[in-house]
C-alpha cells in the first residue's frame, strides 16, 4: 500500500454534517411485554446516548434485534429512531438484507428519516453459506451505484459472510463506501485494516468494544456499541484523545470483563439488563430469549455499582476480578 497515494477524496462535509468517529452508540430496541416497540424507552435510550456519543446506529446490528421485526415494526423503529436524535450527532440507519433492491429499499426509509449514514451487512448466501470475494463486490457495487446514502460496511462473521483482508480493503474503495464496522476482535486484522483502510484514506474503521483503545492507539476511526457500554467508551475516547494513555487504559479494562462475562446470555439481553441497572429501563430481549437468571442478573448489578461507572473513577484491577468473578 502507497501511503494512500490513491485514496478516494474525502467526504463532502457539506452532504454530511457529521463525520463518522469516536464512540458510535447502537441502539438496543426496547419492548413491552406484548412484543411492541416501546418508543417512549427508545426515545429516552437516544437521550442517554446523545450527551456523549458521537454518532447513534438505529436498527443496524444483531443487538438492535432487526431481524425480529416486522417490516412496519423496523420501518417504525428507524423513523422514531433518528427523528429523536433530532441531528445532535451522527445517525446511521440499519440497512441490511440479502439483496440488493431491499438493501436499497432500507437505505431509502433511513434516507426518508433524515440519516447521514447507512450499514449494511456483508450478507451470507440464501442458504447460510459465505459469499465469496467476486460476489461480495457484485453486491456492493450494485448498492454503491445507487445509494442515496453514504454506506457503513457491516462485517460480522458470526452472522454474515467473512471475506479475506484483501477483498475488504477492496469494497472500502467503492464511492460510497465511507466506514468499515468491523466485529471480529481479531487483532491483526485490525492493524492490518486501519492501515489499509483508515490510514489509507479509504473508509474510517470503526471496532468494538473490546479492541476499542487499541484501536484509536492505532489510528483507527473508533468503535461501535450498545449502551451502556458507550459510557465506557466515551471516557476512554477523551482519555486517548487528552494524551491520558494510562486513564484509558484503565476504562478500557472494564472491557475485559463486561459484558463478556455475561456473554452466553447474549449481548443485547445482557445490555438491557446493564442499562436497568444503571436507570435506563429498554425492557427485556424479543421473545422467546429468557431473560438473565436471577443470580447472574445480580451479580451484573454487582459489578456495575462496583467498576466505576456511575462515579466516574473506574475500579483497580484486583477489584474488578472480584466483581467479575462475583466473589466477597
Request: net charge negative; charged share 20%; hydrophobic share 45%.
Amino acid at each position: 500500500m502507497d501511503d494512500g497515494e490513491d485514496a478516494k477524496p474525502k467526504l463532502d462535509e457539506s452532504a454530511v454534517t457529521h463525520p463518522l468517529t469516536g464512540v458510535v452508540g447502537a441502539c438496543l430496541t426496547p419492548f413491552d411485554g406484548e412484543g411492541a416497540i416501546d418508543f417512549d424507552a427508545l426515545a429516552a435510550e437516544v437521550e442517554f446516548m446523545a450527551s456523549h456519543v458521537d454518532a447513534i446506529a438505529v436498527g443496524g446490528v444483531e443487538a438492535s434485534e432487526y431481524r425480529l421485526l416486522t417490516e412496519q415494526q423496523r420501518s417504525d423503529l428507524i423513523r422514531i429512531g433518528i427523528e429523536s436524535v433530532d441531528r445532535r450527532v451522527a445517525t446511521v440507519s440499519g440497512a441490511s438484507s440479502g439483496t440488493v433492491s431491499d438493501v436499497l429499499r432500507w437505505i431509502e426509509c433511513g434516507a426518508d428519516a433524515g440519516a447521514e449514514y447507512a450499514q449494511v451487512l456483508m450478507p451470507r448466501n440464501a442458504w447460510g453459506g459465505l459469499l465469496g470475494p467476486a460476489e461480495l463486490l457484485d453486491f456492493f457495487t450494485a448498492i454503491d451505484a445507487a445509494t442515496p446514502l453514504p454506506i457503513v460496511l457491516y462485517h460480522n462473521p458470526s452472522t454474515g459472510s467473512d471475506p479475506d483482508i484483501g477483498t475488504l480493503v477492496e469494497l472500502s474503495r467503492l464511492d460510497q463506501v465511507v466506514a468499515y464496522k468491523e466485529s471480529s476482535r481479531d487483532i491483526s486484522k485490525i492493524s492490518r485494516l486501519i492501515h489499509e483502510m483508515d490510514l489509507a484514506g479509504h473508509a474510517a474503521y470503526l471496532a468494538t468494544m473490546q479492541p476499542m483503545l487499541i484501536t484509536l492507539l492505532l489510528g483507527g476511526s473508533g468503535a461501535t456499541m450498545p449502551p451502556p457500554g458507550t459510557v465506557i467508551a466515551a471516557r476512554i475516547r477523551d482519555a486517548a484523545a487528552s494524551g491520558d494513555v494510562d486513564g484509558a487504559i484503565q476504562w478500557q479494562r472494564l472491557f475485559a470483563f463486561f459484558p463478556g462475562v455475561w456473554g452466553s446470555h447474549g449481548l443485547a439481553n445482557v445490555m438491557k439488563a446493564a442499562s436497568r441497572h444503571l436507570g435506563l429501563d429498554l425492557g427485556f430481549s424479543h421473545h422467546p430469549v429468557a431473560k438473565l437468571p436471577e443470580e447472574a442478573d445480580r451479580r451484573l448489578g454487582e459489578f456495575l455499582r462496583g467498576c466505576g461507572i456511575v462515579e466516574g473513577i473506574p475500579a483497580g484491577e484486583s477489584e474488578l476480578l472480584r466483581l467479575a468473578r462475583g466473589t466477597d
